[in-house]
């Protein structure tokens, strides 16, 4: 006791320094240890789907796949809710024409309340036999659709011009 009695009389200042920096670095690590584990026990989506119960839409998901099931165009029908996203993947007969599709998704959101398709973004994907994909989105600050018809020759042509 006496050798750390006379070591903190010669180096007083040190020792201060030493416990000062001991205690920031003490926060410190508790700071950095409790911002990560309160990180990961947090959802994938934040605070952005705090509302959502608010707005529940497995009903309405239902009757859209009944709604497609019956419908003889169609010949496989997924619906699948992921967050504030409705993914609506379509397999259709390949005589379909695009503006029959347009009509068909068009037609399909009247299946759902206004105040959900101002809640959620719907993604329409169709798929036909050997067509590409024609790709279909409704934002839930939009009114109406906004259409794509995604090539793969184009990507390819992309890529083999870039070389």
């Known amino acids: 006791m006496k050798n750390l009695k006379k070591f903190y009389q010669n180096n ?22 409790i911002y990560f584990f309160s990180q990961t ?13 608010e707005h529940q839409v497995d ?6 796949k009944g709604f497609f099931d019956s419908n003889d165009k169609v010949k496989y029908s997924s619906i699948d809710k992921r ?8 397999d259709v007969n390949e005589t379909l024409a695009n503006e029959d599709v347009q009509s068909l998704c ?17 993604q329409f994907i169709v798929k036909r036999d ?8 409704k934002s839930a600050h ?4 906004a ?11 992309e890529n083999q011009e870039g070389e």
């Not at 009903?59 to 859209?64: A, Q």
């Not at 050997?130 to 989105?137: A, D, E, K, T």
């Open 83 to 90: 967050g504030k996203i409705i993914y609506v993947v379509l």
């Open 147 to 157: 259409w794509a018809n995604y090539s793969y020759n184009d990507e390819e042509e």
């Open 106 to 122: 068009t037609e399909s959101l009247d299946k759902l309340t206004k105040d959900q398709k101002e809640y959620y973004d719907i």
């Open 41 to 53: 026990s947090s959802s994938v989506y934040g605070h952005r789907l705090d509302d959502i119960a």
């Open 59 to 64: 009903k309405e998901i239902e009757d859209l």
């Open 12 to 33: 007083r200042i040190y020792c201060i320094l030493m416990i000062v920096s001991a205690i920031c670095l003490i926060v410190i690590l508790t700071s950095v240890i």
């Open 142 to 145: 939009k009114t109406v659709l």
């Open 130 to 137: 050997g067509l590409n994909p024609y790709l279909g989105s």
